[in-house]
């Protein structure tokens, strides 16, 4: 089994994989950098899909935006994997053979790791690092925490010290683990703190603590579309795209107008957040909607997980749109069926019922919850969370114990002996949704001194892709070029036809009426017919800015 579907890779090992795949595999496999990280690491994308020069519909994959979130680098990488197995006709998925032959017709992109620098941060010293460990901010000279390693155990842990305000207490029979106080605790109390040191500290008064106090940008707040500066919006950046590794992929996905799906990896949660992230259902494209709810079934049924609206249920403070999000940008700006996933269903293993808003599972837990993961952590993570406490004399706030919570494995990600599973059912949910592509056909006829040329989509989605991506500056239109050469002449003006939209047979879910079933007219295809004078050949290329192009030569006799 491969090595990221039983672990969370370091940065090295991640590379030595994508290039073996590469070099393996040559003809359907290449591995570039589109662009580096402040510490030098490469932003790596593969590139999968036999002649991967020729544009097509291509189908977009990346993980590992946040630092912590590692397990999106391992399904990214096995949905790679399985679409290279799909080619070698060597896969396991549970797929109809005509959908595998489908997406060999598919281009995919994979970005398994965006933030290499955060990823390697978290991985090597335990600390949390929302996006990349850096911070260029200038800072007024207040105190401030930031973390790091002070007992020298290599983990960056957190410290407790008794105090009686504290707003903890240990729980009576899991040394270690600690519980919010309640009135009826008696004590000790602890307050809790990240393991670090306080800048600027005055002896005396101890900062809040805060997860972007040391390192400055979330990556998901840092994209173009509905962007907001701090402190509207925390974790934004000094501007929008500021960051090299957004930058990367923005300029990488201005430059591909063919990616027609986005799936962008998180963890964790267990749910699939679809567009609107500023809006509710109402005030969506119902096309585009109908669309998101195949998919949505699709995720429920194969992923295990809900699909739920970004606006509605996904939101941190009522009416307030999280701004800068990656999936707004590729829906709105670029055109893509796009979404997150938030890998790692903890709140549904813990026994938690499904709330709604799906967010409240975040901040609506109690005591009982906490104790719950903590027999999760002992039965089914071979107790990788929970660590115990010793004292420590810290250099600024005296006596105290470093302990406490291990998030990588079992919290912010699933245990090691989850990693498969999860990998396996999240790539068969979306290659259906990669299976969905547009697809262009074209059939040369010639007869009488004319040429007939009949253009047509044998895919589920229509050449614009979405509905609402029609008034997008992305022209979806399809053109046919004709070339003659011999003997063989055309009209000037029937060099370049206009073929226009070409509608697929999908339409989503609950998009009609189903007890009256009726096709629509010739929506999918369209003929245009030139006259040819003489006798030689004629090369044909019908193309579309979002579906890339066929090509057909034929003779033509007099």
């Given at each position: 089994?491969?090595?990221?579907?039983?672990?969370?890779?370091r940065?090295e090992?991640?590379?030595r994989i994508v290039h073996e795949w590469a070099?393996?595999?040559?003809?359907?496999?290449?591995?570039?950098?589109?662009?580096k990280?402040?510490e030098?690491?490469?932003l790596?994308?593969?590139?999968?899909?036999?002649?991967p020069?020729?544009l097509?519909a291509a189908a977009w994959?990346?993980g590992?935006?946040h630092?912590?979130?590692?397990c999106?680098s391992?399904?990214?990488?096995?949905i790679a994997?399985?679409?290279?197995?799909v080619?070698?006709?060597?896969?396991?998925?549970?797929l109809?053979?005509?959908?595998?032959?489908?997406?060999?017709?598919?281009?995919f992109y994979?970005l398994p790791r965006?933030s290499?620098?955060?990823a390697?941060a978290?991985?090597r010293?335990?600390?949390f690092?929302r996006?990349n460990?850096r911070?260029?901010?200038p800072?007024?000279?207040v105190?401030?925490?930031v973390?790091?390693?002070?007992?020298?155990?290599?983990r960056v842990?957190s410290l407790r010290k008794?105090?009686?305000s504290g707003e903890?207490?240990?729980d009576?029979?899991?040394p270690g683990?600690?519980?919010?106080?309640?009135?009826?605790d008696a004590g000790?109390?602890?307050?809790?703190w990240p393991?670090g040191t306080i800048e600027?500290f005055d002896?005396?008064?101890v900062?809040?603590?805060?997860?972007?106090s040391?390192?400055?940008v979330?990556?998901?707040r840092?994209?173009p579309h509905s962007?907001?500066p701090?402190p509207e919006?925390?974790?934004?950046g000094?501007?929008?795209?500021?960051?090299?590794?957004?930058?990367?992929?923005?300029?990488?996905?201005?430059a591909?107008?063919n990616i027609?799906?986005w799936?962008?990896?998180?963890?964790?949660g267990?749910v699939?957040?679809r567009?609107l992230?500023n809006?509710p259902?109402?005030?969506?494209n119902?096309s585009?909607?109908?669309?998101y709810r195949?998919i949505g079934?699709w995720?429920?049924?194969?992923?295990?997980?809900?699909?739920?609206?970004?606006?509605?249920q996904f939101?941190?403070e009522p009416?307030?749109?999280i701004y800068?999000?990656?999936t707004d940008?590729?829906?709105?700006v670029?055109?893509?069926?796009?979404y997150?996933c938030?890998?790692w269903d903890?709140f549904?293993?813990?026994?938690?019922?499904r709330?709604?808003?799906?967010?409240?599972?975040?901040?609506h837990?109690?005591?009982?919850?906490?104790?719950?993961l903590?027999?999760?952590?002992?039965?089914?993570?071979q107790?990788?969370?929970?660590r115990?406490?010793k004292?420590f004399r810290?250099p600024q706030?005296?006596?105290l114990e470093?302990?406490g919570?291990?998030?990588?494995?079992?919290?912010?990600?699933p245990p090691?002996?989850?990693i498969a599973?999860?990998?396996?059912?999240q790539?068969?949910?979306?290659?259906?949704v990669?299976?969905l592509?547009?697809?262009?056909?074209?059939?040369?006829r010639?007869?009488g001194?004319?040429?007939e040329?009949?253009?047509?989509?044998a895919?589920?989605?229509?050449t614009?892709i979405?509905?609402?991506?029609?008034?997008?500056?992305l022209d979806?239109r399809v053109f046919?070029?004709?070339?003659?050469s011999g003997g063989?002449?055309i009209?000037?003006r029937?060099a370049?036809?206009e073929?226009g939209?070409l509608?697929?047979?999908g339409?989503g879910?609950y998009a009609?009426?189903?007890?009256?079933?009726?096709?629509?007219?010739?929506v999918?295809r369209?003929?245009?017919?030139l006259?040819v004078?003489?006798?030689?050949?004629?090369?044909?290329?019908?193309?579309?800015?979002?579906?890339?192009?066929?090509v057909?030569e034929?003779?033509?006799?007099?």
């Amino acid at each position: 089994m491969s090595p990221f579907r039983t672990s969370y890779l370091r940065y090295e090992e991640l590379t030595r994989i994508v290039h073996e795949w590469a070099r393996a595999q040559p003809d359907i496999v290449r591995v570039s950098s589109i662009g580096k990280s402040p510490e030098g690491r490469d932003l790596w994308l593969l590139e999968i899909g036999a002649d991967p020069d020729r544009l097509r519909a291509a189908a977009w994959v990346d993980g590992n935006m946040h630092a912590t979130e590692v397990c999106g680098s391992s399904v990214a990488l096995a949905i790679a994997e399985d679409v290279i197995a799909v080619h070698r006709g060597a896969d396991q998925l549970d797929l109809p053979m005509h959908v595998k032959e489908r997406l060999k017709s598919v281009l995919f992109y994979v970005l398994p790791r965006m933030s290499p620098d955060g990823a390697d941060a978290v991985l090597r010293d335990g600390r949390f690092v929302r996006s990349n460990p850096r911070d260029r901010r200038p800072h007024p000279p207040v105190a401030r925490w930031v973390s790091g390693d002070v007992d020298g155990d290599g983990r960056v842990l957190s410290l407790r010290k008794q105090d009686p305000s504290g707003e903890y207490v240990e729980d009576p029979d899991l040394p270690g683990v600690m519980l919010p106080r309640r009135l009826e605790d008696a004590g000790p109390y602890y307050k809790l703190w990240p393991e670090g040191t306080i800048e600027n500290f005055d002896g005396t008064h101890v900062p809040d603590p805060h997860y972007l106090s040391d390192n400055d940008v979330d990556l998901n707040r840092n994209f173009p579309h509905s962007w907001r500066p701090e402190p509207e919006q925390v974790g934004a950046g000094p501007f929008g795209a500021s960051e090299p590794e957004s930058r990367a992929v923005i300029e990488w996905a201005t430059a591909h107008p063919n990616i027609f799906s986005w799936l962008n990896l998180h963890t964790f949660g267990g749910v699939y957040i679809r567009p609107l992230g500023n809006a509710p259902d109402t005030k969506m494209n119902q096309s585009d909607l109908a669309l998101y709810r195949q998919i949505g079934e699709w995720g429920e049924k194969i992923g295990g997980y809900p699909m739920v609206s970004g606006f509605e249920q996904f939101i941190y403070e009522p009416e307030k749109p999280i701004y800068g999000d990656l999936t707004d940008f590729a829906y709105h700006v670029r055109g893509a069926i796009a979404y997150a996933c938030e890998l790692w269903d903890l709140f549904a293993r813990l026994g938690i019922e499904r709330k709604k808003p799906f967010v409240d599972h975040y901040s609506h837990l109690t005591r009982e919850n906490l104790l719950a993961l903590a027999k999760l952590d002992r039965e089914q993570n071979q107790g990788r969370i929970f660590r115990g406490w010793k004292a420590f004399r810290h250099p600024q706030l005296g006596e105290l114990e470093v302990g406490g919570t291990v998030m990588l494995v079992g919290l912010n990600n699933p245990p090691y002996e989850l990693i498969a599973e999860i990998c396996e059912r999240q790539s068969a949910a979306y290659l259906r949704v990669a299976a969905l592509a547009p697809a262009l056909e074209m059939d040369v006829r010639a007869a009488g001194g004319r040429v007939e040329i009949e253009v047509g989509n044998a895919g589920y989605l229509p050449t614009y892709i979405l509905d609402s991506a029609k008034k997008l500056a992305l022209d979806a239109r399809v053109f046919v070029e004709v070339e003659a050469s011999g003997g063989l002449s055309i009209d000037a003006r029937d060099a370049r036809l206009e073929v226009g939209h070409l509608e697929g047979w999908g339409r989503g879910l609950y998009a009609e009426f189903i007890f009256y079933l009726q096709s629509r007219g010739s929506v999918s295809r369209r003929t245009v017919s030139l006259p040819v004078r003489g006798s030689g050949r004629l090369r044909v290329r019908a193309k579309g800015l979002r579906v890339g192009e066929v090509v057909k030569e034929i003779a033509v006799e007099a």
